[in-house]
């Protein structure tokens, strides 16, 4: 089983409407959580952290983790086409530095 | 302007040549990692660093060396060893006791 896993998509929204992206990790003493976005042949960008369970807003971006069910979403709210990327969940294992990343949720927002 | 600088950003090697990949970084920041991506993959980490003359090995170390003296500067070494090294490599830092991550815009290498 991998440790962090995200469905590979494509998710296909239109302009507007509200995308939602899952990422679940299978340990349960992972501490922090993170999604970037990544544009096609580029580098990943930090959009969001959360820590605790619960939900985190940022702008259009809602973060929402569940410890105890072992899964942490994205939720994009007004999608845009500029939100067409690629994102990637990261889960802190422990307490070092070593992040996972899952394999990524490719999202397409039509116009 | 802080940040992460990666050279060169293309680059093709012969197979049995070992190639350098430079990662210079001006945040200040104590760790660093290297992560390699494959098309339509997430991000596999390589190694990372946490301080100075310290460096741990993530998940496919094999064929790959790094150091560091630095710690503005964190170079990773492709050896001939590494059996398949084509792929996106990016190197990432961040400040002490935390997952964010900011990268450098990657290095392509290509084995032809």
């Known amino acids: 089983q991998k440790e962090v896993e995200q469905n590979s998509g494509p998710l296909s929204v239109p302009e507007g409407a509200i995308a939602s992206l899952n990422c679940t990790y299978s340990d349960r003493v992972s501490q922090s959580f993170f999604w970037y976005r990544q544009y096609s042949g580029k580098s990943p960008e930090l959009i969001m952290s959360i820590y605790s369970n619960g939900d985190k807003e940022d702008g259009r971006f809602t973060a929402q983790l569940n410890k105890a069910s072992q899964y942490v979403s994205l939720l994009i709210r007004d999608s845009q086409p500029s939100d067409s990327a690629t994102y990637l969940c990261?889960?802190?294992?422990?307490?070092?530095?070593?992040?996972?990343f899952g394999s990524g949720t490719r999202l397409l927002v039509r116009p | 302007d802080g940040g992460i600088t990666q050279s060169p950003k293309y680059l093709f090697r012969k197979e049995g040549q070992n190639v350098t990949l430079s990662c210079e970084q001006n945040l200040n920041h104590d760790a660093m990692y290297w992560y390699r991506q494959d098309p339509g993959q997430g991000l596999r980490l390589i190694y990372y660093?946490?301080?100075?003359?310290?460096?741990q090995k993530g998940d496919i170390a094999e064929g790959y060396s790094v150091s560091r003296e630095k710690k503005e500067s964190f170079p990773l070494t492709v050896t001939s060893a590494q059996k398949n090294p084509t792929a996106f490599y990016l190197c990432a830092s961040t400040r002490k006791n935390t997952g964010e991550l900011f990268f450098g815009e990657g290095s392509r290498l290509t084995v032809l």
């Open positions: 660093s946490q301080i100075v003359n310290d460096f």
């Open positions: 990261a889960v802190q294992m422990d307490s070092s530095y070593k992040l996972i």
